[in-house]
């Protein structure tokens, strides 16, 4: 079982910066991909990013191309999300999640069926 905690959410103002962390831990190895998604109030969970881990290789959600990072730490198994220029429709819980291997592409690792594990959620709220 892989548990997955987030950390580095908060409240800032439009323009700021955030840096949210994931560390993996309980699995064997390490995993094939991992992604953030984001939840507002009343709407679905939608995909941010996600990273092929033995690469590097991102891919981003239209919407935060540009302005979002994500990167991966081998040696710790912890997964970044750099988001700048933060606006309010970046408020959200955001979540990070652990693939097994579901295709080559990263691509399929925009949809949350990809997934096996998911944390708890970090709370980021961008104030304009």
Not at 9 to 26: E, F, I, M, Y
Not at 51 to 58: E, F, K, L, M, T
Not at 74 to 102: G, H, I, W
Request: proline residues 2%.
């Amino acid at each position: 079982q892989v548990q997955l905690v987030e950390s580095g959410g908060g409240s800032v103002q439009a323009g700021d910066s955030l840096r949210l962390s994931c560390a993996a831990s309980g699995g064997i190895g390490s995993p094939y991909a991992m992604g953030w998604f984001r939840q507002a109030p009343g709407k679905e969970r939608e995909f941010v990013a996600a990273i092929r881990w033995s690469d590097g290789y991102a891919y981003y959600a239209h919407s935060v191309r540009l302005r979002f990072t994500i990167s991966r730490d081998n040696t710790k198994n912890t997964v970044f999300l750099q988001m700048n220029s933060l606006t309010s429709e970046d408020t959200a819980v955001y979540y990070c999640a652990s693939a097994r291997p579901s295709g080559f592409s990263v691509y399929v690792y925009s949809s949350l069926n990809a997934y096996d594990f998911w944390g708890q959620g970090t709370q980021v709220t961008v104030s304009s």
